[in-house]
């Protein structure tokens, strides 16, 4: 029996709770968007415009053919830092044999699947290494759960950076929320608890096996501190490309918006971003409260966003080919 099949005995959710959840996460997300039209709305009235006069306004005003010139490389250079990222990892704890040009067409057809679910993503890439590398199911699981980890402590390390450096602007957009206090608390804590993690799955604390020994952090158990380290540093490029791109689109679209605004604040929007509430709502709703003075931002966001997944997953469609290939041709390279 595979490692997946031992974990179907796990019990399954009960269906009101999935329910209970839904309604949630989609009342939580129906709250953002009304914070953001109020928000919006306000600021609009105080120039005599309704909110779609104000949002045509500001989107007419953008340079769109820079815009799109910008956004395009940048996108094929996510694609390349992230694949780079991925296969370095699954060499470590899955396939040392595995070449990056194997991972690039599964990697890209995973952001066609990301459309729908983000972990449906991943287990793309999880069902290549079981069919092509004999890699079991929690084994690969678990190097994704461990570049997910990173992904957190690469925001919130350049976060812990531009909060470092730029901290007086961070006090400035602390009027309605207290980021100047729980942004420090946050790192803190991080800092914290990384080494602690790193120790207690090299059994310095004991071995407690029911979870050191469990399959889905079995990448954890095998990982040396460099290791954490170099997984940060693949994937900074991204996280520094992103805090430049969005700084510059922001010029295009007239919010006259610092790098060390971005530097600061844009990793800790993506974390809301991996909030599980449609519509990136708690990013949303983000963009508009570090950044009062232009509301319309938050709008500018989900234009960024959907670019981004949608291009990405056009990528995904370049290599489809040759991702069915490798997953289900047995004589594929």
């Known amino acids: ?22 309604v949630a996460t989609w009342a939580v997300t129906l709250f953002c968007f009304y914070l953001v039209y109020t928000r919006t709305e306000a600021t609009a009235a105080r120039e005599s ?5 104000y949002l045509l306004r500001f989107f007419s005003e953008a340079d769109w ?12 250079f996510f694609f390349s830092v992230d694949s780079h990222a991925t296969w370095r990892a699954i060499r470590w704890f899955n396939a040392p044999q595995l070449r990056l040009v194997q991972v690039l067409p599964i990697r890209a057809s995973a952001y066609i699947l990301s459309l729908v679910n983000e972990q449906v993503g991943k287990g793309a890439m999880s069902l290549y290494l079981a069919k092509r590398h004999d890699v079991p199911g929690w084994q690969a699981l678990s190097t994704m759960v461990m570049l997910g980890l990173m992904e957190i402590y690469q925001l919130l390390f350049f976060s812990g950076i531009g909060v470092l450096i730029y901290y ?13 206090f729980i942004l420090p608390a946050v790192f803190a804590g991080a800092v914290c608890y990384l080494p602690l993690h790193i120790l207690f799955f090299r059994g310095v604390f004991g071995e407690f096996p029911k979870i050191r020994d469990a399959q889905i952090f079995r990448a ?113 390279v």
């Open 168 to 180: 007086e602007l961070v006090q400035e957009a602390s009027t309605q929320i207290r980021l100047d």
């Open 220 to 332: 954890f158990r095998e990982a040396r501190p460099i290791q954490y380290l170099l997984l940060l540093l693949f994937k900074a490029p991204n996280l520094i490309g992103a805090v430049l791109v969005y700084t510059f689109a922001l010029q295009l679209f007239n919010v006259d918006v610092g790098f060390g605004q971005m530097l600061a604040f844009l990793p800790v929007i993506f974390l809301a971003a991996a909030l599980p509430l449609p519509f990136h709502a708690g990013a949303l709703l983000l963009w508009t409260v570090l950044f009062p003075e232009f509301p319309e931002v938050g709008v500018f966001s989900l234009i960024m966003h959907t670019f981004f997944v949608l291009f990405n997953a056009a990528i995904g469609v370049v290599f489809l080919p040759k991702a069915n290939a490798e997953l289900f041709d047995k004589e594929a």
């Open 1 to 22: 029996m595979s490692e997946i099949e031992h974990g179907s005995d796990q019990p399954a959710p009960k269906p009101g709770k999935g329910w209970l959840f839904k």
């Open 65 to 76: 053919t820079v815009w799109l010139m910008v956004m395009i490389p940048y996108s094929l």
């Open 49 to 53: 415009l309704t909110v779609v006069e």
